[in-house]
């Protein structure tokens, strides 16, 4: 799989495969584990998938984890700061993409 700046949620990641260099993986929090349940309920909808049935039904949903790019934490990091301190966010993005 690739990634291009975003975030991914692999079930059962092979961990050998992933560059800590470049990602965190992360567990779920609340907000990430409503997301997959609804989206792989409408996956279910639209496909009938058997494995997604599976995963809904068994409660698998916490055999995910979220593949985080550390450059893209660091941008939202700052947005979230920027916007707390009531900072213009693209401003602060642009700072913090620079590293």
């Known amino acids: ?35 997959l349940q609804e989206i792989i309920t409408n996956y279910i909808e639209e496909t009938d998938s058997e494995l997604a049935k599976k995963i809904i039904k068994n409660n698998e949903i916490l055999k995910f984890n979220k593949i985080m790019p550390k450059e893209f934490k660091r941008v939202l990091i700052a947005k979230q700061k920027a916007e707390l301190e009531g900072i213009d966010p693209l401003k602060a993005i642009m700072e913090a993409s620079r590293g």
């Open 1 to 35: 799989a690739g990634m291009s700046g975003g975030i991914a949620y692999l079930f059962n990641p092979n961990t050998e495969n992933i560059n800590p260099e470049m990602v965190e993986i992360e567990d779920l929090d609340q907000e990430d584990i409503r997301f």
